[in-house]
């Protein structure tokens, strides 16, 4: 079992940043891929930023690329998503989730691949 716990999230206007934070405890956390997620009211969770295990491969939704960084720090169990110049339309509950899946894009950006969820960090960004 791994326990995930998303924390940073909060309120920032339009072209501001935000770190979230995911803190892993549990069963060798460290080997497992990350990937950070998002659910805006009303619509499906979708996939914003994925990263491997040891760090060295990241995938991104076109939707963040250039603006959101995810990082992982295997010695502290954390993995990170910093995000740049929000828009509005990044308003979400952000969450963070955790496999031992074999890396691939396409794995990586599923829902359905993730077996850990952590409980959702809130998002808004006020136009």
Request: charged share 20%.
């Amino acid at each position: 079992q791994v326990q995930l716990v998303e924390s940073g999230g909060g309120l920032v206007q339009a072209g501001g940043s935000l770190r979230l934070s995911c803190l892993a405890s549990g069963r060798t956390a460290s080997r497992y891929v990350m990937g950070w997620f998002r659910q805006a009211p009303g619509k499906e969770r979708d996939f914003v930023a994925a990263i491997s295990w040891s760090g060295g491969t990241t995938y991104y939704a076109d939707s963040v690329k250039g603006r959101f960084t995810i990082s992982r720090d295997n010695a502290e169990n954390t993995t990170y998503l910093q995000m740049n110049s929000l828009k509005p339309e990044d308003t979400a509950v952000y969450y963070c989730a955790a496999d031992t899946l074999r890396w691939t894009t396409g794995r990586a950006k599923r829902v359905s691949e993730y077996d850990y969820w952590g409980q959702g960090t809130q998002v808004t960004v006020s136009s």
